[in-house]
């Protein structure tokens, strides 16, 4: 893998013998944009700290920055607000190197003037070959121009207690439990199940919210066509489900993130959690508690395989296929320290050896289809769901991703919808007025829409 150290040596023979015209740049609405090398501060902006914890414990180990370069890290605090933070600081006076966007509004940025195409800081189409297809369409540009670069595939699945599923269902293998919740006609005949063998104290999955996070990526078209705001057949079933899940009292109505819904992952209220790759690792196992199952010859733990859960979970594809999530990283057209900003996105991106590196270490599923091949064969298991090989799972997901409905609208739409999905299960409005309380807030929200 090239480092830092080696490119820009490079970079500076080429500086001293390249004209100045070679320094501009352009892209859709940035033309004359000017990514130089002369920075002495990489800035980065997220609204979370991942990010610079990969950098610190990944990247800068790897490849410590020169004594006269500075690293820089904005944390805007919170992706509710990141957006409006984040155009602030692009449009800003402060040199932003790369910032981070998540699919729920990558597309936003896709074909503004805050990005440039990876090819001017020296990333061709080619060296991301070995990427999932769809994290390379969901940063295309209108005039077919990838703007950014994943280091994760995001494919979801079905993740449930094993324990839980031998005392209600009478197994807990994988292939079974698959079976029986192939499609969503089986799972709410699950739910049911589960339900009334618990006597209403384990329900299928924590809210609403879940099913939603699964069925809003495999629609079938964009929310917005032409200004004009379309649902297709699938809001329509999200909302027909969640009626039904909601009346027969399957779901234990604990919001995401919240308080309930993270603890319900180390103790019996819940049976399964809809997660994607990022979402194991990072909620599941610190939730459960994060302890494995003691060695032979050690005291065993009070409860579970390891302590809470930790072990006592398995993954299958579920009902349906479906994505949840994915970090691109992005350059902007103010990006001075263009050698490095290159190497950074190749060590988390391109490079198989880092990528590799990091998947073994951290558990997420990275963006490489070779280095996710090495793993499997390797022998992968993962203690937390049971020795369990997930990634072979993930596998099989991320080719059913399809994100061509994926649009700039998506996160207000997304979750504007289901607010008013939630009116109408508890019963305080019907359905039509749900739906056409969603476009009037959409209206409300973005000025060029009409109905």
Request: aromatic share 12%; glycine share 6%; proline share 3%.
């Amino acid at each position: 893998m090239k480092t830092f150290k080696r490119l820009l040596t490079t970079a500076l023979a080429l500086l001293m013998v390249a004209s100045t015209a070679t320094a501009f740049t352009g892209c859709d609405g940035n033309s004359g944009a000017k990514i130089t090398d002369d920075g002495k501060e990489l800035v980065i902006a997220s609204w979370n700290n991942e990010f610079e914890n990969m950098m610190k414990d990944f990247y800068l180990k790897d490849n410590p920055l020169p004594d006269d370069m500075e690293f820089k890290f904005i944390n805007t605090g919170g992706s509710e607000t990141y957006q409006e933070k984040l155009d602030n600081l692009l449009e800003g006076d402060e040199v932003i190197d790369i910032f981070l966007m998540e699919a729920d509004y990558a597309k936003k940025y896709v074909d503004s003037e805050h990005v440039v195409p990876l090819s001017e800081v020296g990333i061709k189409d080619s060296d991301l070959e070995n990427q999932y297809d769809y994290t390379k369409d969901v940063v295309r540009n209108s005039k077919g121009k990838i703007v950014g670069s994943s280091w994760q595939a995001a494919p979801g699945l079905f993740i449930y207690r094993r324990s839980l599923a031998e005392k209600f269902l009478g197994t807990s293998d994988p292939a079974e439990v698959q079976e029986k919740v192939k499609d969503w006609d089986s799972f709410v005949a699950t739910a049911k199940v589960i339900d009334e063998k618990s006597e209403g104290k384990t329900k299928m999955v924590t809210s609403i919210d879940d099913i939603w996070q699964v069925l809003r990526t495999v629609r079938s078209t964009p929310w917005v066509k032409d200004n004009k705001i379309q649902l297709d057949e699938t809001p329509d079933f999200f909302m027909d489900l969640a009626k039904t899940l909601t009346d027969d009292k399957l779901v234990a109505e604990y919001k995401p993130w919240g308080t309930e819904w993270n603890a319900a992952v180390g103790n019996d209220d819940v049976f399964g959690y809809f997660g994607s790759t990022w979402f194991i690792q990072w909620t599941m196992v610190e939730n459960s508690s994060g302890k494995p199952a003691p060695a032979e010859g050690e005291p065993k733990n009070e409860t579970g395989p390891g302590i809470g859960t930790y072990g006592d979970w398995a993954a299958i594809e579920g009902p349906q296929a479906y994505y949840w999530g994915g970090t691109w990283l992005a350059v902007t057209p103010k990006c001075d320290n263009k050698t490095l900003v290159e190497d950074v996105i190749r060590y988390f991106t391109v490079e198989e050896e880092s990528m590799k590196n990091y998947a073994v270490e951290s558990y997420d599923y990275v963006n490489n289809t070779k280095v996710i091949d090495s793993i499997i064969d390797g022998g992968y298991s993962f203690d937390f769901l049971g020795g369990q090989d997930h990634y072979s799972l993930f596998r099989e997901a991320a080719a059913k991703v399809d994100t061509k409905a994926m649009s700039a609208y998506d996160q207000v739409a997304n979750n504007t919808f289901l607010e008013q999905v939630e009116k109408y299960v508890q019963g305080t409005i019907d359905k039509d007025t749900a739906i056409a309380e969603f476009k009037k807030e959409m209206i409300n929200s973005f000025s060029e829409l009409e109905e």
